[in-house]
């Protein structure tokens, strides 16, 4: 069965420490995955995909598809990153997505 | 990218009633997708709105209870009927701009209460 599984609720760091958000998935098929972001007031929007391998707002993650992985990292945290991060796993070409349960991330100075 | 506009951005309901949704896309999307977000959990598919056909449903929902219209290519609603408690949860609906894309985009939800 397919499942995305964020074993974080929430993450509390440091302004300039950093972050890492985890992310597992159980997928039969080829594997598309993203990170979703929510700030507050604002609504969900795509922070990264793994296809493009890009760095966003200094967030990049790497799919690991020996350990089915997706964590996402960016290496010195900023205020601005305080959010909801939700991991999500497309599921058919049509882009059904199937979202882990979510980190809520408070970066504090 | 595309811009949705969900309408009503929140509402309290009796129980037993029912609330039809609505969601506007400012260009013409092939499918649209229904998510719930019921208080402290994740976002869950309820269906999936194809313009000409009928709805395909998620496990665990049903046409009864969540009827879909799609009567053009930038337009749907969705219905929560005889509504209990337990709908109580933000509803959103999202796109892709084309089938290639690879990229959701959301509306800003629909936050249902129901008393």
């Known amino acids: 069965a397919q499942r995305v599984t964020q074993p974080e609720k929430l993450l509390s760091v440091f302004k300039g420490a950093p972050v890492e958000l985890k992310c597992n998935y159980s997928?039969?098929?080829?594997?598309?995955l993203f990170w979703y972001v929510q700030y507050s007031r604002q609504r969900l929007q795509l922070l990264l995909r793994?296809?493009s391998r890009e760095s966003i707002k200094g967030f990049t993650a790497d799919l690991n598809k020996g350990e089915t992985s997706f964590h996402l990292k960016k290496p010195f945290a900023q205020e601005e990153d305080s959010a909801m991060y939700y991991c999500?796993?497309?599921?058919?070409?049509?882009?059904?997505?199937?979202f882990g349960a979510g980190t809520q991330v408070v970066v504090t100075p | 990218s595309a811009v949705i506009s969900q309408k009503p951005s929140r509402d309290i309901c009796q129980r037993g009633t029912s609330l039809t949704i609505q969601c506007q896309v400012d260009?013409?999307?092939?499918?649209m997708f229904w998510y719930r977000q019921q208080p402290g959990q994740s976002l869950t598919l309820i269906a999936t709105?194809?313009?000409?056909?009928?709805?395909?449903?998620e496990s665990g929902f049903v046409i009864d209870k969540f009827p879909i219209s799609r009567p053009n290519l930038t337009f749907s609603t969705l219905t929560v009927s005889n509504m209990s408690p337990e709908d109580s949860s933000i509803y959103l609906c999202?796109?892709?701009?084309?089938?290639?894309?690879?990229?959701?985009?959301f509306g800003q939800g629909t936050r249902l209460t129901v008393v």
């Open positions: 999202s796109v892709y701009t084309d089938r290639a894309s690879t990229e959701a985009f």
């Open positions: 997928y039969s098929g080829s594997p598309e």
């Open positions: 793994h296809i």
């Open positions: 999500a796993l497309r599921t058919d070409s049509w882009g059904k997505l199937q």
């Open positions: 260009s013409q999307v092939t499918m």
């Open positions: 709105a194809n313009q000409g056909s009928e709805a395909t449903y």
